[in-house]
């Protein structure tokens, strides 16, 4: 039996509960809302705003609109952290107080990122950007990574006066002002770097195509426009491209990757692993290592005789990893030995054919083959690996307010291409030999190989008081290029005698069916010698520089 007393106790336990729901539901109804603008006044839309409660860790999300309002409702009483973010401009966040059933208005301002902050090397020496007397792009480590930039051709899409002629990852030519690197047939002489291409303090492009490195842990890419001859050892008339990598911190451990996913339209998917750490080795040293594998989407296609299409056949693989360890006993002295290794494998080309002689009519008994957007006609795949591994060491001692900076290096590259050369062979021995279509559309694969090895030695010295800054160096470069193209279609001779004709390879340096057969040997030697002063006075700084270089080539 319930007392009157249980019963008067359970009544008033029931009107409290049924007044507190009220009182809760209103703790759950703050408001915050306001407009995010630009530096200049403007509304910004599509600036995503977070309410953080600073006791419960739980957030609440909204995007601005066209008119650069937001509202994030729901919260409860309690304090926030609002922030608003938005790529390409300077996060920031905002502490405020929201009561029970109330509205806090609270306005943004985003920044852009300034680049002037950056502090950059162009001149072989630490200074602000803001300060460097010529053109000059440098983009961080942050501002890649916002624009997807994972390689020298998407840096080029940003930067004026700069470009990229892409022939493929590893492939393609750099352009400063519209001056090359030189030409692109691998088998011409006189290939000198106009547009000098360094990792750090190493030149990378000697004589050949500009290696495709990936930009993981790459804390700015510097591009310089204009003649930097007068500062760099290589090259450099027209410009220079410098990787600037992270470099081994000392007393410091840390661990750091990224991982990513991409789709191009029409084409296939690509992702990317990438992983590195920094680890002490005592208190004198240091040891940094950055790893990297990315699968590279395609979206060429490529038509075959028969009708079939191979889907995304430029699609490949980058792999590679940095290794560094920097011995530094006291501030004077530095010591930084360094290997760099990447591997680019490439299933075709990035070619996309108006008109081929074997997917015609007019050339051959076979139906029309019609193209469509991003599709070229092959007989053969065509792959290409491009393969390197640097060696370098870099040594830094000061000494009487002088610096000394010894850069040694070794590079080995190996290239190998497989090009689809049925159409042009067919133009040559379906036209000037007069041989029958059973002949001439024999699939022709051209072999193309290249292996460079380089060794430099660059010297520098560097110093001055406030109002004189120089620097004077010695560079020395040897490069031993071995190129061969082989063209090799196999039973073209048989099948030509078959057609009643008598063409042979017999007595040639060739073997059979080897239509075309190059062996080619460089000898390739530079020396230079280049200064440069800055003399200032007041807000004037007048700059002079020095420069003599001489450049012998013997081909056999």
């Known amino acids: 039996m319930v007392s009157p007393a249980s019963r008067l106790l359970s ?59 937001y509202t994030i409702s729901g919260l409860a009483a309690g304090a926030y952290t609002v922030s608003g973010s938005m790529p ?50 440098a983009p961080t480590e942050q501002a890649l990574r916002l624009r997807g930039a994972e390689n020298i051709e998407a840096i080029a899409a940003n930067v004026a006066g700069f470009s990229v002629q892409n022939l493929g990852p590893g492939q393609s030519q750099v352009a400063m002002r519209g001056a090359s690197s030189g030409q692109i047939a691998r088998d011409q002489p006189g290939v000198k770097e106009e547009v000098g291409a360094y990792l750090d303090d190493v030149p990378v492009s000697l004589s050949l195509f500009t290696p495709d490195l990936d930009l993981f842990d790459i804390t700015r890419v510097e591009v310089l ?73 395609g979206w060429m296609d490529a038509v075959q005789p028969n009708f079939t299409v191979n889907k995304d056949v430029n699609s490949g693989n980058r792999t590679g990893a940095r290794v560094a360890v920097r011995i530094e006993p006291n501030g004077r002295f530095s010591l930084t030995p360094r290997l760099v290794y990447q591997k680019v494998k490439m299933d075709g080309w990035n070619r996309i054919d108006v008109f081929n002689i074997l997917a015609n009519p007019y050339t051959t008994t076979r139906p029309p083959v019609t193209l469509g957007p991003r599709q070229l006609f092959t007989q053969l795949d065509e792959p290409f690996t491009d393969e390197l591994l640097l060696g370098d060491v870099n040594l830094r001692y000061a000494f009487g307010g002088v610096s000394l900076t010894s850069v040694t290096s070794f590079t080995n590259r190996d290239i190998l291409v497989v090009r689809d050369a049925t159409a042009l062979t067919a133009s040559v021995t379906g036209g000037n030999f007069g041989e029958p279509q059973n002949v001439y559309t024999i699939s022709s694969p ?58 042979s390879t017999q007595g040639l340096r060739a073997p059979k069916d080897h239509l075309f057969w190059s062996d080619l040997d460089y000898n390739l030697r530079q020396i230079a010698g280049f200064g440069e002063a800055t003399v200032s006075a007041g807000s004037l700084d007048l700059t002079g520089g020095l420069r003599y270089y001489n450049f012998d080539e013997k081909r056999s």
Not at 35 to 53: E, P
Not at 110 to 125: G, K, N, S
Not at 477 to 501: C, T
């Open 88 to 137: 390409g401009l300077r996060s920031v966040s905002q502490n405020v107080q929201v009561a029970a059933d109330a509205t806090v208005s609270l306005d943004l301002v985003l920044q852009p990122v300034t680049l002037e902050a950056i502090t950059v090397t162009a001149m072989l020496r630490e200074q602000e950007l803001a300060k460097v007397p010529f053109s000059i792009a």
């Open 225 to 297: 426009r204009g003649p930097q001859g007068t500062l760099f050892g290589s090259g450099s008339l027209a410009g220079t491209v410098r990787y600037i990598s992270n470099q081994p911190e000392l007393g410091v451990s840390r661990t750091f990757g990224e991982v990513g996913v991409t789709q191009i339209n029409d084409g296939s998917p690509g992702n990317s692993a990438k992983l590195g750490f920094n680890a002490p080795l005592g208190d004198k040293a240091a040891f940094r290592v950055a790893g990297y594998s990315n699968d590279l989407g």
């Open 11 to 69: 009544v008033a336990a029931l009107v409290a509960l049924l007044c507190g729901a009220p009182g809760t539901a209103l703790a759950q109804n703050g408001r915050i809302r306001g407009v995010v603008r630009d530096a200049s006044g403007d509304a910004l839309s599509g600036v995503g705003v977070r309410a953080t409660n600073q006791r419960t860790g739980l957030s609440s999300r909204a995007t601005t609109g066209g008119d650069g309002s």
């Open 446 to 503: 051209l072999f193309d190989a290249t292996k460079s090895r380089v060794w430099t030695q660059e010297l520098r010295l560097a110093g001055g008081q406030d109002r004189v800054k120089w620097v004077v160096g010695a560079f020395y470069s040897k490069n031993k290029r071995h190129y061969g193209q082989d063209l090799n279609d196999y039973g073209f001779e048989d099948a030509a005698k078959a057609a009643g004709d008598t063409f």
